[in-house]
């Protein structure tokens, strides 16, 4: 069965500061697919990035990071120099790939992230 | 480009009555989910739909809950009777997957939701 665990229930920065977001998923497939997403106040969860489970590479795209690894079965993202606009709710996603049923994309409990100005 | 639209934004209603909630995927999606979101579970996957027909109903919650597809424009998820444990944020998402076996990998588009409340 799969899981995501997002122990951080809450984070509060002083803006500048950076900040890590956990995410610890289990799954007994070989592949699968992590997300992130973003909820910020309006509502509506907006793609951040996905990585599948054979591409180990950590990513990075301008103030946002990824480190992905699978000793650990964690997708931990990092903020960098964090700005108010941050402030939202983070939620880390597993899906596998699972040829012989359909599968589907489930969400961890989330992280709300307050970067105070 | 229009993303996904959800109607009505905000639902508010009495115990016992009928709601609808209404969703128009983005054009060329294939497939369409519907979520629900509460303080105390997080985000529930209830059903989800591949070319219009139903792949897995099994979280939705009781058979108070439906959900139809009939065109590959339009969804709705219709409560009946609605009692109050059901106010939440029903949220639909759309994907480019194709099949089912390209259900796991392909990112999801939200629409901006739909506040219930049932008093």
């Known amino acids: 069965a799969q899981k995501v665990t997002q122990a951080q229930t809450e984070i509060s920065v002083v803006e500048k500061e950076d900040v890590t977001l956990d995410c610890v998923y289990e799954?007994?497939?070989?592949?699968?697919?992590l997300f992130w997403y973003k909820q910020p106040p309006s509502g509506e969860l907006v793609f951040l990035i996905r990585?599948?489970?054979?591409?180990?590479q950590n990513e990075i795209s301008g103030r946002y990071s990824w480190n992905f690894q699978k000793s650990t079965s964690s997708f931990n993202f990092t903020i960098t120099a964090s700005q108010v606009v941050d402030s939202a709710v983070y939620f880390c996603a597993l899906s596998e790939a699972g040829y012989s049923s359909a599968s589907k994309i489930i969400f961890g409990s989330g992280t709300r992230l307050s970067i105070r100005p | 480009d229009a993303g996904v639209i959800q109607s009505p934004r905000h639902e508010v209603t009495e115990m016992g009555q009928e709601v609808t909630l209404r969703c128009k995927p983005i054009?060329?999606?294939?497939?369409l989910f519907w979520y629900r979101q509460t303080m105390m579970r997080g985000l529930e996957l209830l059903i989800y739909f591949n070319n219009n027909v139903p792949i897995d109903d099994s979280g939705m919650p009781e058979d108070r809950f439906s959900a139809k597809m009939p065109n590959a424009s339009f969804s709705t998820l219709k409560i009946q009777p609605s009692e109050p444990r059901d106010s939440a944020v029903y949220f639909c998402?759309?994907?480019?997957?194709?099949?089912?076996?390209?259900?796991?990998?392909?990112?999801?588009?939200f629409g901006s939701g739909t506040q219930l409340s049932v008093l």
């Open positions: 054009s060329g999606h294939n497939s």
């Open positions: 998402a759309s994907s480019l997957a194709r099949d089912r076996g390209r259900l796991a990998n392909e990112k999801l588009f």
């Open positions: 799954t007994r497939d070989t592949t699968y697919y």
């Open positions: 990585r599948n489970s054979f591409d180990e």
